[in-house]
């Protein structure tokens, strides 16, 4: 601790202990002033900086991609489908997964007008589940359809989206817990078919937590309105999520299970390690999580190293010119830059520099390996 006025000194001594950041608010010259002019709103002030590094754009990935959380319009037409792929190649994106909710006729639909457009290679499906009032025998059921739909052709459930575990209700009007036993059936289905379960549980733990100046995403939870959950009578509460969807993993040991946006764990990611390492059947997928990731650049690039076999690419929305964002983060070591959306963070980003071999287990490396039957065109020889 630094306080410069003696006068306070030998209080501080004695007051450290108890209030070790008295001192600062109240002797630092300028500390707590007052600004002597109207001061701006939250959305008003858009400080410049003058910093001047080496900056590198990486407009396409170094190596070739799948993204794993695609969430591209309906892949219905041969235009929808080509003006993807026009993106897809700009960026190197060589295989997306489509994880928009699709089932039955709207999944079958889709797999076939990417097969007669030829684009086969381009892009995978996975397949949604059907948790509209759950009942005694509507694991039997869902099970059933999962069946037909990875018959179908579909490689892997996804994206369960945060209404499972959130909001999702039982026939008999309760909530539906992620660990109910009557969906059991249903991830050892997914087990016994060799599909990975790509999940989405929660939130930002942010906005489980109350809309004060202190709440890091207070612009974000202020603009949208359905990001706040943050009400205990309606919402359970974030560590609550988390400790079922944990336990509705520890009963699934052979179920292969992908935490889309890394659980929400990446303000700490420690605790996504001791998740790693309990159950090496765990993986997690780096979608809209890129503001945590790019203000710890070197406690992440070490965890991306340790964990290098856990961890996908995936997006999310679709912006081609997002993607970028996140090629520079993970390739490059620039520093203090912009991301993309200012609601998100306030914060600037930094590259993580990450190794060649951690890229490419990332970008394209793990998913061949996890995702079955993938197409290997275009990715290099392993
Ligand atoms: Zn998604």
New binding site residues.
Partial sequence: MRCTSPATKLAVLFLAAAAPVACDAQTRPGQGREPTLPAPSITEYKPQSTLVVPEHAVPRAKFPVVDL?G?PPTLNSREAIEAVIASMDELNIQVMVQ??PSSGDRLTSQIEAVRDAGYADRFVFFASLDFNRVGPGSGARIAAQLEADVAAGAVGI??I?KGFGLSNQKADGSRLAMDDPELDIVWETAARLGIPVFV?TADPPEFFEPLDYSNERWLEMALFENRRFNDPARFPAFDDLMAERNRMIAKHPNTTWIL??MGWHTHDLATLGRLFDQHPNVHAEV??VLYDLGRQPRFARAFFEKYRDRIFF?K??FQPDEYPYYWRVFETADEYFDYYRDYHAFWKLYGMDLPDDVLRAMYYGNALRVIPRMPVAGFPAR
């Fill in positions: 959380h969430h994880a928009r996804g994206e989206g989405h889309a946006h979608g809209a995936g999310d929305s």
